[in-house]
C-alpha cells in the first residue's frame, strides 16, 4: 500500500515563502514522476508542478511558473515543493501525489491530468493573506 503525507503548510503574509515536503512509502520512489495539486475552496483541483523521476525535468502552471520550485531528493522519497513571491490567491489545500505508471514521465498536458496520478496524500492548508 502506497502512503503519501505532505507538511508544511501554514498561515503566511502575501510576499512571504513556505517548503512543501511529502514523502512516500510503498513504492520505489525513484522510479515515479511525482506532483503537486491545489483545491481552493469552492473550485475544481487544479495542478501545480510536475518533476520527473531524477528530477531533471519539470513542469509548472502558469500561475506559479516562476515563483515556485518543485524538487526531489530520491535518497529520502521526498518531494518538494518551495514556494516564494505568495499570493492571496494560492490560498488552498496543496496536494501530493505519485504517478500511476512507472518509468514514464509524459508530456506537460498529461502529467497536469489528475488521470495521471493514482496515490495522494490528505492535503495540506496553505493560506496567504493580504
Known amino acids: 500500500q502506497v502512503h503519501v503525507d505532505e507538511s508544511g503548510g501554514g498561515l503566511v503574509q502575501a510576499g512571504g515563502s513556505l517548503k512543501l515536503s511529502c514523502v512516500t512509502s510503498?513504492?520505489?520512489?525513484?522510479?515515479?514522476?511525482m506532483g503537486w495539486f491545489r483545491q481552493a475552496p469552492g473550485k475544481e483541483r487544479e495542478f501545480v508542478a510536475a518533476?520527473?523521476?531524477?528530477?531533471?525535468?519539470?513542469y509548472y502552471a502558469d500561475s506559479v511558473k516562476g515563483r515556485f520550485t518543485i524538487s526531489r531528493v530520491n535518497a529520502k522519497n521526498t518531494v518538494y515543493l518551495q514556494m516564494n513571491s505568495l499570493k492571496p490567491e494560492d490560498t488552498a489545500v496543496y496536494y501530493c501525489?505519485?504517478?500511476?505508471?512507472?518509468?514514464?514521465?509524459?508530456?506537460?498536458?498529461?502529467?497536469?491530468?489528475?488521470?495521471?496520478?493514482?496515490?495522494w496524500g490528505q492535503g495540506t492548508q496553505v493560506t496567504v493573506s493580504s
Open positions: 501525489a505519485m504517478a500511476r505508471q512507472p518509468y514514464y514521465f509524459g508530456s506537460s498536458y498529461y502529467q497536469q491530468g489528475i488521470e495521471a496520478y493514482d496515490a
Open positions: 510503498g513504492r520505489t520512489f525513484s522510479s515515479y514522476v
Open positions: 518533476v520527473s523521476m531524477n528530477g531533471g525535468r519539470t
